[in-house]
């Protein structure tokens, strides 16, 4: 695993951010905490560093998008980051579409008749 990428990980568990919520952060600890997430982002797209699974980068994509929200980021820039981590929900086997969840939703009435 390379060493900045294992920094990064350090640097995120002693951030503000693991105890108290983003919008909470100052603009300096928002700061910071994207150039940490952008940089875990792109480590864990490097497999010679580490092996991330799909969840996982779903993780880091929508705290981006949410942190680029909070600092009233580019639009267009908020919207790749929350289309990232649906897509790496989607590869990670997450079916997020209609057909699915009317496959999976409980029909009491049928259970009742």
Same mark, same amino acid.
């Given at each position: 695993?390379?060493?900045?990428?294992?920094?990064?990980?350090?640097?995120?568990?002693?951030?503000?951010?693991?105890?108290?919520?983003?919008?909470?952060?100052?603009?300096?600890?928002?700061?910071?905490?994207?150039?940490? +997430? *952008?940089? %875990?982002?792109?480590?864990?797209?490097?497999? /010679?560093?580490?092996?991330?699974?799909?969840?996982?980068?779903? #993780?880091?994509?929508?705290?981006?998008?949410?942190?680029?929200?909070?600092?009233?980021?580019?639009?267009?820039?908020?919207?790749?980051?929350?289309?990232?981590? +649906? *897509?790496? %929900?989607?590869?990670?086997?997450?079916?997020? /579409?209609?057909?699915?969840?009317?496959?999976?939703?409980?029909? #009491?009435?049928?259970?009742?008749?």
């Amino acid at each position: 695993m390379d060493i900045d990428f294992k920094e990064n990980i350090i640097r995120l568990m002693q951030h503000p951010v693991m105890h108290k919520p983003i919008s909470e952060l100052t603009s300096c600890e928002q700061s910071q905490l994207y150039e940490i +997430l *952008d940089n %875990l982002v792109e480590s864990s797209m490097n497999e /010679s560093y580490t092996q991330i699974d799909y969840i996982q980068m779903s #993780r880091l994509c929508y705290a981006l998008a949410e942190l680029s929200y909070e600092m009233c980021g580019n639009p267009e820039r908020i919207i790749h980051h929350f289309r990232d981590s +649906l *897509d790496c %929900l989607s590869k990670g086997g997450i079916d997020l /579409s209609l057909n699915k969840w009317t496959e999976l939703v409980n029909l #009491r009435q049928s259970a009742e008749r």
